[in-house]
């Protein structure tokens, strides 16, 4: 089994910032993506930003240019730097990691971490 675990979320102001962290954990061979979504009250969950683990990255539109994703492969550790933070980023963050585990697929979600943006 494959475990995540997200730290870093909070309350801030808007225009602030926050960096949220994902470590995997377990008897990984190799992660595929990592990833962040979110899902805000009465929405669906959408994807905020991914990164291979070849470093390609690709984001949601509302996100660009504000949020960063990047990974340590050596830590298995997935990060989202979110800058300019508005109060239509206030969601639960998700992380998300897929690959391969004791010879099988696996995907696997964190528990979950609120971030508010709030004045």
């Known amino acids: 089994q494959v475990q995540l675990v997200e730290s870093g979320g909070g309350l801030v102001q808007p225009g602030g910032s926050l960096r949220l962290s994902c470590a995997a954990s377990g008897s990984i061979f190799s992660i595929y993506t990592m990833g962040w979504h979110r899902q805000a009250p009465g929405k669906q969950r959408e994807l905020v930003a991914v990164v291979t683990s070849g470093g390609s990255t690709h984001y949601a539109d509302s996100v660009k240019g504000r949020f960063t994703i990047s990974r340590d492969n050596a830590k298995n550790t997935v990060y989202l730097q979110m800058n300019s933070l508005k109060p239509e980023d206030t969601a639960v963050y998700y992380c998300?990691?897929?690959?391969?585990?004791?010879?099988?697929?696996?995907?696997?979600w964190g528990q979950g971490t609120q971030v508010t943006v709030s004045s």
């Open positions: 998300y990691a897929d690959g391969v585990v004791a010879g099988a697929d696996f995907g696997s």
